[in-house]
């Protein structure tokens, strides 16, 4: 038998078990990548129950995104109707999601998938024409997300000493179905790959004593530069390229 204060005290001089890049190992389930789950697939329910209006409502394109610029990261919970889309990302999603969080923890997963969903559609605005049908189209999805995903995994692999091959395959079947298969946004794909491997690089190879500075700043860094890009692209844009969907 022990005492409720023996217990709390052994508790609190216990040393945290850390990662190799300063997250503290949890047990249970992965939260984030669950709730990400569970948010896409609720999304996809009222879009189906809706006919569209939820998806109208929440989706990005490069017309709409400079006056509702929440878009650029709604669209990531957002899929096309038919069940395969949606489960192609989850199930992405789930191959990589719960070893990312356990290894980066909570907060920097959230940052990476979020800024790799908003670097996905920036990597659609900056490809955009604004002359063209591409800057009037929708674009749903959380293929830049995990693109991103697919991206910061490569540095976290090499850097715990384990062959990142399959993963750069994968990226590499990807990037290459636009080719064969129309009605994918391959811009997005870019974006959120060059997102996530910017991160991931940095969350895995910042000093030990520098993991916390970089968990923050690094994120901060990275969105600021994604604002300034899509302010720059806009702002080379005519007025009369700006319109709505």
């Known amino acids: 038998m022990q005492c409720v204060d023996c217990v709390a005290e052994s508790s609190k001089a216990a040393r945290n078990v850390r990662t190799a890049f300063g997250a503290t190992v949890r047990g249970g389930r992965p939260v984030v990548t669950l709730t990400?789950?569970?948010?896409?697939?609720?999304?996809?329910?009222?879009?189906?129950?809706?006919?569209?209006?939820?998806?109208?409502?929440?989706?990005?394109?490069?017309?709409?995104?400079?006056?509702?610029?929440?878009?650029?990261?709604?669209?990531?919970?957002?899929?096309?109707?038919?069940?395969?889309?949606?489960?192609?990302?989850?199930?992405?999603?789930?191959?990589?999601?719960?070893f990312l969080e356990q290894a980066f923890g909570r907060g920097r997963f959230v940052a990476l998938y979020l800024l790799s969903a908003l670097g996905g559609s920036v990597g659609v605005l900056l490809l955009a024409d604004p002359t063209g049908l591409s800057w009037?189209?929708?674009?749903v999805g959380a293929s830049g997300a995990v693109f991103g995903l697919f991206g910061a995994i490569i540095p976290v692999l090499r850097r715990l000493g384990r062959n990142a091959g399959q993963i750069v395959a994968l990226i590499a079947i990807n990037m290459a179905l636009p080719?064969?298969?129309?009605?994918?946004?391959?811009?997005?794909?870019?974006?959120?790959?060059?997102?996530?491997?910017?991160?991931?690089?940095?969350?895995?190879?910042?000093?030990?004593?520098?993991?916390?500075?970089?968990?923050?700043?690094?994120?901060?860094?990275?969105?600021?530069?994604?604002?300034?890009?899509?302010?720059?692209?806009?702002?080379?844009?005519p007025t009369w390229g700006l319109g709505l969907f």
């Open 36 to 98: 990400i789950i569970g948010l896409c697939v609720v999304s996809w329910v009222l879009q189906l129950a809706t006919g569209g209006a939820w998806t109208q409502q929440w989706a990005f394109s490069p017309a709409t995104g400079q006056e509702e610029p929440w878009r650029f990261l709604t669209a990531a919970f957002l899929h096309s109707t038919t069940p395969l889309h949606i489960l192609f990302n989850m199930y992405a999603l789930w191959l990589v999601g719960p």
């Open 136 to 139: 009037q189209q929708g674009v």
């Open 179 to 237: 080719f064969f298969v129309g009605g994918i946004a391959w811009e997005a794909h870019v974006g959120g790959l060059i997102v996530g491997l910017a991160i991931g690089a940095g969350y895995a190879w910042a000093p030990r004593e520098r993991q916390q500075l970089v968990g923050w700043a690094l994120p901060a860094v990275v969105g600021v530069v994604l604002v300034a890009l899509s302010v720059w692209k806009y702002s080379t844009v």
